[in-house]
């Protein structure tokens, strides 16, 4: 299996401007997850999918935060319009969340610059 | 929220030493797991282990979930094993997974 897959991997754009990132989950798995790392808060959990249902949209930071899962092997997460303090690296992570593992899976994130 | 502490925040080891990395939480868990962030940033699982001990290679990682900790031990340390070790929970009654703020480590040749 190829992991989990995220695009693009950098990204550069100016404030203002819309930023969509991109996940690819691990085939067979029903949870998706989007995470944002920044060295002054860590890993934050922003949404979570179950059978691509949004589930717990709590950690989504503010309206201009935004995510989408049309079927089981995609989902984005948008920013419009994006501002400096967004800059951090997002990641995407799956899991198949039977009763027996809850194991997360984790891309390789998407680093994002916003000046 | 449930509270999640990791112990010591850095650590630096001579290549071949041994080292044990504890997590800490503050509410009773189902889900704990160990995530290693090496220096490229790529997260990777190394352990599921709500209850009990775990071993794969030469880490191994044990989970006292009454007592409400975990222990991750790293033995005959590697440069290779260099980078962020992460601990995270989810609560009994919770549905998210809440990260510790993770123990730096650095592994000098």
């Known amino acids: 299996d190829a992991g989990v897959i995220q695009s693009p991997r950098h990204e550069v754009t100016e404030m203002g401007q819309e930023v969509t990132l991109r996940c690819k989950p691990i085939?067979?798995?029903?949870?998706l997850f989007w995470y944002r790392q920044t060295m002054m808060r860590g890993l934050e959990l922003l949404i979570y999918?179950?059978?691509?249902?949004?589930?717990?949209d709590s950690g989504m930071p503010e309206d201009r935060f935004s995510a989408k899962m049309p079927n089981a092997s995609f989902s984005t997460l948008k920013i419009q319009p994006s501002e400096p303090r967004d800059s951090a690296v997002y990641f995407c992570?799956?899991?198949?969340?039977?009763?027996?593992?809850?194991?997360?899976?984790f891309g390789p994130g998407t680093r994002l610059t916003v000046l | 929220g449930i509270q999640v502490e990791q112990s010591p925040p850095d650590l630096i080891l001579q290549e071949g030493a041994n080292s044990t990395l504890r997590c800490n939480f503050s509410d009773s868990v189902n889900n704990l797991q160990w995530f290693h962030q090496n220096p490229w940033g790529q997260l990777i699982n190394l352990f599921y282990i709500p209850s009990g001990t775990k071993q794969n290679g030469r880490l191994s990682a044990t989970t006292v979930a009454t007592e409400r900790y975990s222990l991750l031990y790293i033995s005959s340390s590697q440069t290779t094993d260099s980078g962020v070790y992460f601990c995270a929970v989810k609560r009994s009654s919770g549905s998210r997974l809440t990260f510790g703020e993770g123990t730096q480590l650095t592994v000098n040749p």
């Open positions: 085939s067979g798995h029903n949870s």
């Open positions: 992570a799956s899991s198949p969340w039977t009763s027996i593992t809850d194991t997360q899976y």
């Open positions: 999918f179950n059978n691509n249902v949004p589930i717990d």
